[in-house]
C-alpha cells in the first residue's frame, strides 16, 4: 500500500525543513570560517607575485613586506579590497560545495541507486567548479589591475584581453583537474614504502599533486597577469621573456600556495562541516 500524499508531504517538509535548515547554517558557517583562515596567505602571495612580474620588485622582500603589512598594519590589510576578493572567492567556493552536497545528501531519490548517485556526486562538482573558476579569473584580473602599475591608489579600467581570460581559465582546469580528478586516481601509484593506508596515500597525492603542478601550468598564470598589467606591449617574444624569468620563483610560491588553497583549507571545512552537522 503506497504512503498517503500528506505524510509524505509532512514526511519531506520536516527533512528540508528544520534538518536541512540546520546543515546548510553549518555549510555556510563552515565555509565562512575556513575562508577566513587561509585568506591572508593566500591574499599575500598573489598581490606578491603580481609586483614581482608587473613591477621587477625582489620576491623573497616584497613577500616580507606584505606579511609585515598584515601582522602590523592589519586594518589597512583586512579591510582592503583586495583580502575582501580573495575571501569571497574561498567562501563561495567552500559553501557552494557543502551547500551543494547537503541539498544531494537530502535527496533519498537520488542517493538511494548507486549509478545514480554517483551521476548526482558529478553535477554537484559542477557548481563549484564554476564558482571557482569565474571569481578566481576575477581575483586575478583584479589583482593585476590594481598591484601592476606603479601606482596602486585606483584599480584600472583598461579592458582584458581576450586571451588573459583563456590563459588563466586553461590554468584554473588544470590546477582543479589535478586537485579533483588526477589526485584519487594516482592515489593507488604512491609505494607501500611510502605508505600503506589507502587514506594516508589519498591524502599524499592531494597535497603533492596540486602542488606539483603549478610548476608546469604556472607560466599560463604570469602570461595572463602579464597581459592584464601591460595591455599595450607588443609581441610575444617580450612577453615570454618576463614570464621564463620569474617562473622558477612564482611555481615555488605558487606550489605553497596550494597547500593552505586546496589542502588546509579543505580539510578545515570538511571536519567543520562535519563538527557543525553533528553538533
Same mark, same amino acid.
Given at each position: 500500500m503506497s504512503p498517503d500524499r500528506s505524510t509524505l508531504q509532512s514526511y519531506y517538509a520536516n527533512i528540508w525543513g528544520s534538518e536541512l535548515q540546520k546543515h546548510l547554517a553549518g555549510d555556510i558557517a563552515a565555509g565562512t570560517v575556513s575562508a577566513t583562515f587561509i585568506s591572508p596567505i593566500v591574499t599575500?602571495?598573489?598581490?606578491?607575485?603580481?609586483?614581482?612580474?608587473a613591477l621587477n620588485r625582489p620576491l623573497l622582500r616584497t613577500l616580507g613586506a606584505n606579511t609585515f603589512c598584515s601582522i602590523f598594519r592589519p586594518r589597512k590589510f583586512y579591510v582592503s579590497k583586495p583580502f575582501f576578493i580573495v575571501w569571497s572567492?574561498?567562501?563561495?567556493?567552500?559553501?557552494?560545495?557543502?551547500?551543494?552536497?547537503?541539498?544531494?545528501?537530502?535527496?533519498?531519490?537520488?542517493?538511494?541507486e548507486t549509478s545514480t548517485a554517483n551521476v548526482a556526486a558529478t553535477l554537484s562538482f559542477l557548481p563549484t567548479y564554476v564558482v571557482n573558476v569565474y571569481l578566481g579569473i576575477m581575483k586575478d584580473v583584479?589583482?593585476?589591475?590594481?598591484?601592476?602599475?606603479?601606482?596602486?591608489?585606483?584599480?584600472?579600467?583598461?579592458?582584458?584581453?581576450?586571451?588573459?581570460?583563456?590563459? %588563466? @581559465?586553461?590554468? =584554473?582546469?588544470?590546477?582543479?583537474?589535478?586537485?579533483?580528478? $588526477? &589526485?584519487?586516481?594516482?592515489?593507488?601509484?604512491?609505494?607501500?614504502?611510502?605508505?600503506?593506508?589507502?587514506h594516508t596515500k589519498a591524502m599524499i597525492t592531494q597535497l603533492?599533486?596540486?602542488?606539483?603542478?603549478?610548476?608546469?601550468?604556472?607560466?599560463?598564470? %604570469? @602570461?595572463?597577469? =602579464?597581459?592584464?598589467?601591460?595591455?599595450?606591449?607588443?609581441? $610575444? &617574444?617580450?612577453?615570454?621573456?618576463?614570464?621564463?624569468?620569474d617562473w622558477a620563483p612564482s611555481s615555488t610560491v605558487r606550489a605553497a600556495r596550494v597547500l593552505p588553497a586546496f589542502g588546509v583549507g579543505c580539510i578545515m571545512n570538511t571536519e567543520l562541516r562535519d563538527l557543525f552537522h553533528h553538533s
Amino acid at each position: 500500500m503506497s504512503p498517503d500524499r500528506s505524510t509524505l508531504q509532512s514526511y519531506y517538509a520536516n527533512i528540508w525543513g528544520s534538518e536541512l535548515q540546520k546543515h546548510l547554517a553549518g555549510d555556510i558557517a563552515a565555509g565562512t570560517v575556513s575562508a577566513t583562515f587561509i585568506s591572508p596567505i593566500v591574499t599575500i602571495i598573489d598581490r606578491t607575485i603580481v609586483e614581482r612580474l608587473a613591477l621587477n620588485r625582489p620576491l623573497l622582500r616584497t613577500l616580507g613586506a606584505n606579511t609585515f603589512c598584515s601582522i602590523f598594519r592589519p586594518r589597512k590589510f583586512y579591510v582592503s579590497k583586495p583580502f575582501f576578493i580573495v575571501w569571497s572567492l574561498y567562501a563561495a567556493t567552500y559553501c557552494t560545495a557543502n551547500v551543494t552536497e547537503s541539498c544531494i545528501e537530502h535527496l533519498p531519490s537520488l542517493t538511494d541507486e548507486t549509478s545514480t548517485a554517483n551521476v548526482a556526486a558529478t553535477l554537484s562538482f559542477l557548481p563549484t567548479y564554476v564558482v571557482n573558476v569565474y571569481l578566481g579569473i576575477m581575483k586575478d584580473v583584479n589583482f593585476a589591475q590594481y598591484y601592476g602599475r606603479a601606482s596602486t591608489a585606483v584599480a584600472t579600467s583598461t579592458r582584458v584581453p581576450r586571451a588573459a581570460y583563456m590563459s %588563466l @581559465l586553461f590554468r =584554473d582546469s588544470v590546477t582543479i583537474f589535478s586537485s579533483f580528478n $588526477l &589526485a584519487p586516481w594516482m592515489a593507488s601509484s604512491v609505494p607501500d614504502s611510502v605508505a600503506t593506508n589507502p587514506h594516508t596515500k589519498a591524502m599524499i597525492t592531494q597535497l603533492v599533486l596540486p602542488a606539483a603542478v603549478q610548476f608546469a601550468n604556472t607560466p599560463l598564470h %604570469l @602570461l595572463g597577469l =602579464d597581459l592584464i598589467a601591460r595591455p599595450q606591449t607588443q609581441g $610575444l &617574444a617580450t612577453r615570454w621573456s618576463r614570464v621564463r624569468r620569474d617562473w622558477a620563483p612564482s611555481s615555488t610560491v605558487r606550489a605553497a600556495r596550494v597547500l593552505p588553497a586546496f589542502g588546509v583549507g579543505c580539510i578545515m571545512n570538511t571536519e567543520l562541516r562535519d563538527l557543525f552537522h553533528h553538533s
